[in-house]
């Protein structure tokens, strides 16, 4: 089974500032994929980065990086130099190879603060 | 990029009629959509996958019978809840895989559901 774990519920940051918003799982997948989203207060679902279990290299698009830690089985995503229009929920997912299902968090609400 | 839309936005009916939503993906072909539900504050809960030509893959817990799931095109499926109740309101969002590596799911901007 597949399972991720967000333990943070709310988080602030000061604007420009970066922030980790952290994201565990666990899966007996050898193959798999992690994933971020940004959900603002519209409700809509943004993706933001992907990384795949065999990447070698640590996944980046823009202003967020992903901190994949496989032996530990962590994915945190880092946000730097925060904009205020940063502040929404955040949700880390994960998709095993064997099917097209995603696992999501519970999410994370960041507020940044000006 | 992939754009999914879905129709409509926001709908408020009776309880005991039915309501249909519609998932489209309008750039690209999907042969999987995904249906999921979010209550306020909380995470989205995967319902059903919806496969092009063939049934829908039901999640445990999810009544088929009331969310009815038809992907009748490579691009258009369908969420018809059925003899709705107040209890079923919610965020009903849906997503299609893109292919693309990664095979990372676009979503559709949602719909609310309020039933009176």
């Known amino acids: 089974a597949q399972k991720i774990t967000q333990t943070q519920p709310g988080m602030f940051v000061q604007e420009k500032e970066a922030v980790t918003l952290d994201c565990t799982y666990d899966t007996s997948d050898p193959s798999y994929g992690l994933f971020w989203y940004k959900q603002p207060s519209s409700g809509e679902m943004i993706f933001l980065i992907y990384q795949g279990s065999y990447d070698q290299q640590n996944a980046t698009e823009g202003r967020y990086s992903l901190n994949f830690q496989k032996a530990r089985k962590s994915a945190n995503l880092v946000i730097s130099a925060s904009q205020l229009g940063d502040s929404a929920m955040y949700f880390c997912?994960?998709?095993?190879?064997?099917?097209?299902?995603?696992?999501f968090g519970t999410g994370t609400s960041l507020t940044v603060i000006p | 990029g992939a754009v999914v839309s879905q129709h409509p936005s926001r709908v408020i009916c009776k309880s005991g009629t039915s309501v249909k939503i519609e998932c489209r993906s309008l750039d690209f072909q999907a042969t999987t959509m995904f249906w999921y539900r979010q209550f306020p504050k909380k995470s989205l809960m995967l319902m059903a996958t919806s496969n092009e030509g063939s049934k829908a893959t039901y999640e445990q817990g999810v009544e088929k019978d009331k969310f009815l799931i038809n992907h009748a095109s490579l691009t258009l499926s369908t969420l018809t809840v059925t003899s709705a109740h107040p209890e079923d309101s919610s965020f009903y969002i849906c997503?299609?895989?893109?292919?693309?590596?990664?095979?990372?799911?676009?979503f559709g901007p949602g719909t609310r559901l309020t039933v009176l």
């Open positions: 997503s299609a895989a893109s292919g693309r590596v990664g095979n990372e799911q676009f």
């Open positions: 997912a994960m998709r095993a190879n064997t099917g097209n299902q995603f696992y």
